[in-house]
């Protein structure tokens, strides 16, 4: 359907109007929701940074577990993912938000225009119309005025005085009819124009301007779409880069094997068993002793009773 043939009377007209309000309004609203989308996604990546910052502290330079690379390439990825992440809110920025600015100043101007030029169509055919009715009116009083002057002629011609009075009445009869005859052209060119002009306002020139508009709109739904869809590809998370980085996140955890993850630690740091070492009893203690104390025997008497029992 095409605006010039649907939208030409003023309480459609006037919905359109509001129509490119409410678009204005919604495209302000995406640019603020962007702007705070933005906002969002680098203090995200500023968060992600600081993880990183915070995991590299750690010094593992002595020890090469699974577990310890494997901790490695997720902050590896990490902060790759907050590098990206970064980089599509700065695109967003410059990129997104900029045309969306664009197309907003577009919006405005295009809804200016057409409100500017629907009225002067207008106010062009309504002064035509005008015109009519100027010309219509004047048309009615010379013709109540030739008929009031005539028939003062007509009444001094038939009682057949002559004179001033006479010739006075003849000259204002004539003098009447020539503006009514002027008037009469001036009133049937004033239809003709008004005619024409309303015919060619139905025909051409408030549907061209209508469906002008209309393309101008559509070019910028196309400028709409373009937008959003390069917004979501920057928002989401789920493109070629951010899937290949969890990917390699999930190969790394998985490669974690609780039954060979100390085998490289075992291969570095083996070495020979303990070997057993007993103490037995040192005989020479009793060389120079004299008693009832044996070797390896727990001595029970009166001497050490007590101490034994709380043994």
């Not at 494997?70 to 809110?89: H, L, P």
């Not at 106010?123 to 028939?151: G, H, I, P, W």
């Not at 190969?251 to 057993?276: P, W």
Request: net charge negative; hydrophobic share 35%; charged share 35%.
């Amino acid at each position: 359907m095409k605006f010039g043939a649907t939208l030409q009377q003023p309480k459609s007209h006037d919905a359109l109007l509001r129509l490119q309000d409410a678009e204005v309004r919604l495209l302000e609203s995406m640019r603020k929701s962007i702007e705070m989308r933005i906002k969002s996604d680098k203090s995200y990546a500023n968060g992600l940074g600081e993880m990183v910052k915070q995991a590299q502290r750690l010094d593992n330079a002595e020890f090469s577990n699974p577990i310890f690379e494997v901790w490695g390439e997720i902050i590896k990825k990490t902060e790759d993912i907050a590098s990206r992440v970064r980089q599509n809110a700065e695109d967003m920025s410059s990129k997104t938000v900029e045309k969306l600015s664009l197309l907003i100043n577009e919006k405005k101007a295009s809804r200016k225009m057409l409100a500017e030029e629907r009225q002067r169509l207008d106010a062009e055919l309504a002064a035509s119309k005008r015109e009519v009715e100027t010309q219509k009116s004047e048309y009615a009083k010379l013709v109540d005025k030739l008929k009031t002057e005539r028939a003062k002629y007509e009444d001094l011609y038939n009682k057949s005085k002559g004179g001033s009075k006479f010739e006075e009445a003849k000259s204002k009869v004539l003098k009447t009819c020539t503006r009514l005859h002027k008037t009469h052209n001036q009133y049937v060119v004033a239809i003709h124009d008004y005619n024409q002009q309303h015919s060619a306002y139905l025909r051409t020139t408030l549907p061209g301007l209508l469906n002008y508009h209309q393309a101008i709109q559509e070019d910028m739904v196309e400028q709409c779409k373009d937008i959003l869809l390069e917004y979501t590809l920057l928002a989401s998370t789920c493109s070629e880069d951010f899937i290949a980085n969890q990917k390699d996140i999930d190969v790394a955890v998985n490669r974690i094997n609780h039954l060979t993850e100390y085998d490289g630690f075992l291969e570095k740091y083996k070495d020979s068993q303990i070997e057993e070492d007993t103490v037995v009893f040192d005989e020479g203690l009793l060389e120079d002793y004299s008693g009832t104390l044996q070797k390896d025997k727990i001595a029970v008497d009166d001497l050490n009773l007590e101490s034994v029992e709380h043994r």
